[in-house]
C-alpha cells in the first residue's frame, strides 16, 4: 500500500515558521494537497494543487512540492494555528486517495 | 454556504449492517464526484470509499471493499455507506466530503458521525 510520511509532531514559537514534510515515492509528479484539523472538528483544506490556496485562508499558508517531497510552511505561527496537519494525494493508477500520517503542531 | 450533514451512525454488534446517510445543500451536487472518509480515534484519517456525479465511477478502498456499498440519490441532493459485515477495526467518525472539480482533492466536509462496532 501507499504510504506518505509526515513527522508527528512539530513544535514552533509564536510569530515563527512551522514547516511539515510529507515525503513518499507515490508523490513524484502529482498534486498535494494539505488539510488542517483542530481538536472536535472536521478537516479543512488549506492548500491545494501543490500550492494554491481556498478562499479564505490566510496567505501565511503556503505549500511546495519537489522530488519525493511536499512541504506546508506557516508563517507566522499564532495559538489559533495549532491542529494536525495531514498531506494528500490521489493515486490514479490505483484509483485510491491516500493521507500522510498527520502532523501536530504545538505552538510553544 | 455549502452543508454536508452525515446521520445514521451509532453502535452495531460485530457482523451487523448500519447505513449512512449524507444530506447535502446549498451547492449542486449532482455535478460533483462525493466521498466518505474516516478517522478512528485518535488516528488518521483514511480514505473509504468515492462516487463519481453520474454514479458511473465508484472507488474502494482494501480495507473495505466487498464490504461497503456506496450510492447516491442526485434528486434527493444525499450520499449512502451501505456498511455490512461491520469489523471493531471499522469503528471511526465517518465524514462526507465533497471532491474538488478536478477530483483530487476534498474541498468540503461535513461534520461526521460516529460509527462504534462492539459487542
Known amino acids: 500500500s501507499h504510504v506518505l510520511t509526515q513527522p508527528p509532531s512539530v513544535s514552533v514559537a509564536p510569530g515563527q515558521t512551522a514547516r511539515i514534510t510529507c515525503g513518499g515515492n507515490?508523490?513524484?509528479?502529482?498534486?498535494v494537497h494539505w488539510y488542517q484539523q483542530k481538536p472536535g472538528q472536521a478537516p479543512v483544506l488549506v492548500v491545494y494543487?501543490?500550492?494554491d490556496r481556498p478562499s479564505g485562508i490566510p496567505e501565511r499558508f503556503s505549500g511546495s512540492n519537489s522530488g519525493n517531497t511536499a512541504t506546508l510552511t506557516i508563517r507566522r505561527v499564532g495559538a489559533g494555528d495549532e491542529a494536525d496537519y495531514y498531506c494528500?494525494?490521489?493515486?490514479?493508477?490505483?484509483?485510491?486517495?491516500?493521507f500522510g500520517t498527520g502532523t501536530k503542531v504545538t505552538v510553544l | 454556504e455549502v452543508q454536508l450533514v452525515e446521520s445514521g451512525g451509532g453502535l452495531v454488534k460485530p457482523g451487523g449492517s448500519l447505513r449512512l446517510s449524507c444530506a447535502a445543500s446549498?451547492?449542486?451536487?449532482?455535478?460533483?464526484?462525493m466521498n466518505w472518509v474516516r478517522q478512528a480515534a485518535g488516528k488518521g484519517l483514511e480514505w473509504v470509499s468515492s462516487?463519481?456525479?453520474?454514479?458511473?465511477?465508484?472507488y474502494y478502498a482494501d480495507s473495505v471493499k466487498g464490504r461497503f456499498t456506496i450510492s447516491r440519490d442526485n434528486a434527493k441532493n444525499s450520499l449512502y455507506l451501505q456498511m455490512n459485515s461491520l469489523r471493531a477495526e471499522d469503528t471511526a467518525v465517518y465524514y462526507c466530503?465533497?471532491?474538488?472539480?478536478?477530483?483530487?482533492?476534498?474541498?468540503?466536509w461535513g461534520q461526521g458521525t460516529l460509527v462504534t462496532v462492539s459487542s
Open positions: 466530503a465533497i471532491s474538488s472539480s478536478s477530483a483530487e482533492y476534498f474541498q468540503h
Open positions: 462516487i463519481s456525479s453520474s454514479s458511473t465511477y465508484i
Open positions: 446549498e451547492f449542486t451536487f449532482s455535478v460533483y464526484t
Open positions: 494543487d501543490d500550492s
Open positions: 494528500q494525494v490521489w493515486v490514479s493508477g490505483s484509483d485510491q486517495y491516500v
Open positions: 507515490i508523490i513524484g509528479s502529482k498534486f
